[in-house]
């Protein structure tokens, strides 16, 4: 990610974060778009609180790789407990930027949307290493 990629992402998480209504959304989204993702989630309300934590402490890491990728590989091992598989990395990435565009709006313009899908795709790809390394 570029240093503008970050603060474009560090900017907007600014704008919701804490906002239960984007996260809500972002797993209508996620179900909608992949519908095995569901049973993963037994607890929706506590896995949408901590879904919401884990994005805060992720982008509060971007600036400090070594950080970043030690808190996704982790994630990524958990993860894979839980029977996620890479399909559901996919999907989650668009629902959570289709969720992010629906509620900033005009805020939330295509640099910012590209910014997010490069700010998953690396989660994603740590964690997904994090499943098959620590698992």
């Known amino acids: 990610m570029t240093p503008r990629q970050i603060e474009l992402v560090l900017t ?13 959304r972002f797993y209508e989204l996620l179900f909608a778009a992949e519908p095995t993702a569901r049973p993963l989630f037994q607890h929706l309300p506590a896995t949408q609180s901590k879904f919401s934590e884990e994005l805060d402490v992720l982008a509060s890491c ?7 990728e030690a808190r996704a590989l982790s994630l990524g091992a958990r993860h894979r407990g ?3 598989a890479p399909r559901h990395y996919a999907a989650a990435s668009g629902a959570l ?11 939330f313009p295509v640099e910012s949307a590209d910014a997010w899908r ?3 795709d690396l989660v994603a790809e740590t964690m997904m ?7």
């Open 12 to 24: 907007s998480h600014a704008a919701i974060r804490d906002d239960a209504t984007v996260i809500a």
């Open 62 to 68: 971007l600036r400090d790789i070594d950080r970043f």
């Open 82 to 84: 839980y029977g996620v």
């Open 97 to 107: 930027v289709q969720a992010l565009s629906e509620k900033l709006g005009a805020e």
């Open 118 to 120: 490069a700010a998953f």
């Open 129 to 135: 290493q994090g499943a098959q390394e620590l698992a």
